[in-house]
C-alpha cells in the first residue's frame, strides 16, 4: 500500500496573498492531480501531470500554478487567493491507465479572510 | 465534451431500506464508469468500477450495473446501514484519454435509525 500525504491540513490565507499547497505519494504512481472540492459542485479538475516535469491543464486552471518537482511530489499554487474563499484542495494520484484506480490524500483546506 | 450527472444532492434513508444513487454520464469514446465514497473527513476511496456493458459488479453490498444504451451506472444496496453515510461520487474516464476523471456533483447519503 501506499499513502499520500498533503500538507498543510489547514490553511488561512489574506486576500491577495500567495498561497503553496504540497503533496507527496509514495505509491511509485506516474500521474498526479489536483482537485477541488466545493459543496455541492463534486471534484473540478484543477491540474494534473502525467509524468516528472509534465504539466496539464484541468476545467478549473485559472488563478493557479502547479508543479512537479519529482515523480513522487506535486505542489499547487493558488496566485491571488479570492476574499471568502472556501474550499478544500485533494491530491491524487494513479498509475496510467484507463481503468486504474486514482487514490486521494485527505485535503488541504483553504480559507481566505 | 464529457460529463457526468448525479440528481440527488442529498438522500436521506432509515436504517435497512434500500438505496439507488442515481448516476448518467456522456461521452463519445469508450466509458469507465467509478463510483468513490468519502466519509466525513476523510479522503475519497473507490467502492466500484466496471467497463463492461451489462454486467453487475459488486462490492462491500453494493452493487453497479453499466448501461452503455441508456448511458448508466446507478449504485444500488439492498439494506443500507448507520455506517453507510457519506458522501458517494460517480466518475467517468473515457477510454481514449490518459488519466482524467469527470466527477458528478455528488449524493449526500444520511442513514438514521
Known amino acids: 500500500g501506499g499513502i499520500i500525504t498533503q500538507t498543510p491540513k489547514f490553511l488561512i490565507g489574506q486576500e491577495g496573498q500567495k498561497l503553496t499547497l504540497k503533496c507527496q505519494q509514495n505509491?511509485?504512481?506516474?500521474?498526479m492531480y489536483w482537485y477541488r472540492q466545493d459543496s455541492g459542485k463534486g471534484l473540478r479538475l484543477i491540474y494534473y501531470?502525467?509524468?516528472?516535469?509534465?504539466?496539464q491543464k484541468g476545467d478549473l486552471s485559472e488563478g493557479y500554478d502547479a508543479s512537479r518537482e519529482k515523480k513522487s511530489s506535486f505542489s499547487l499554487t493558488v496566485t491571488s487567493a479570492q476574499k471568502n474563499e472556501m474550499a478544500v484542495f485533494l491530491c491524487?494520484?494513479?498509475?496510467?491507465?484507463?481503468?486504474?484506480?486514482?487514490?486521494f490524500g485527505k485535503g488541504t483546506r483553504l480559507t481566505v479572510v | 465534451g464529457d460529463s457526468v450527472t448525479q440528481t440527488e444532492g442529498l438522500v436521506t434513508l432509515t436504517k435497512g431500506l434500500p438505496v439507488m444513487l442515481n448516476c448518467t454520464y456522456q461521452?463519445?469514446?469508450?466509458?469507465?464508469l467509478f463510483w468513490y465514497v468519502q466519509h466525513l473527513n476523510e479522503a475519497p476511496k473507490l467502492l466500484l468500477k466496471?467497463?463492461?456493458?451489462?454486467k453487475r459488479t459488486e462490492h462491500q453490498g453494493f452493487y453497479a450495473t453499466l448501461h452503455k444504451s441508456s448511458s448508466s451506472f446507478h449504485l444500488q444496496k439492498s439494506s443500507v446501514q448507520l455506517s453507510d453515510s457519506a458522501l458517494y461520487f460517480c466518475?467517468?474516464?473515457?477510454?481514449?484519454?490518459?488519466?482524467?476523471?469527470?466527477f458528478g456533483a455528488g449524493t449526500q447519503l444520511i442513514v438514521i435509525p
Open positions: 491524487a494520484s494513479s498509475r496510467q491507465g484507463t481503468n486504474t484506480e486514482v487514490f
Open positions: 466518475a467517468l474516464r473515457r477510454g481514449s484519454a490518459l488519466g482524467r476523471l469527470h
Open positions: 461521452t463519445t469514446y469508450s466509458p469507465f
Open positions: 505509491f511509485n504512481h506516474d500521474t
Open positions: 501531470s502525467i509524468t516528472e516535469n509534465d504539466l
Open positions: 466496471s467497463s463492461t456493458d451489462n
